[in-house]
Nanobody, 115 residues
Framework: QVQLVESGGGLVQAGGSLRLSCAASGIIFSPNRMGWYRQAPGKQRELVAVITYGGSTNYADFVKGRFTISRDNAKKTAYLQMNSLKPEDTAVYYC?????????WGQGTQVTVSS
């Protein structure tokens, strides 16, 4: 079955950087679209960034200029480079993949930014 495994979360000071990875398995071809979402305590899950198979990207306004999404189709892996992190970026970050007509989610990775 399809699995998405995130890694790279952790604790970082404000202004620091982290790089998240999301590896997809159980599929032959790389997903059509992959994305990162986040959910802070008491808040709804929100879109952070998405990237298509061809490399087109879209970002939430609150991360533009700070975060970069990328992917390696051969490795079926998406990345989220997060720079200039702020305490308000603290959340569980989830990877999502659109495959065929279905959406799949990873288990999430915690990102905590201390002030």
């Amino acid at each position: 079955q399809v699995q998405l495994v995130e890694s790279g979360g952790g604790l970082v000071q404000a202004g620091g950087s982290l790089r998240l990875s999301c590896a997809a398995s159980g599929i032959i071809f790389s997903p059509n679209r992959m994305g990162w979402y986040r959910q802070a305590p008491g808040k709804q899950r929100e879109l952070v960034a998405v990237i298509t198979y061809g490399g087109s990207t879209n970002y939430a306004d609150f991360v533009k200029g700070r975060f970069t999404i990328s992917r390696d189709n051969a490795k079926k892996t998406a990345y989220l480079q997060m720079n200039s992190l702020k305490p308000e970026d603290t959340a569980v970050y989830y990877c999502s993949a659109h495959i065929g007509r279905d959406d799949y989610w990873g288990q999430g990775t915690q990102v905590t930014v201390s002030s």
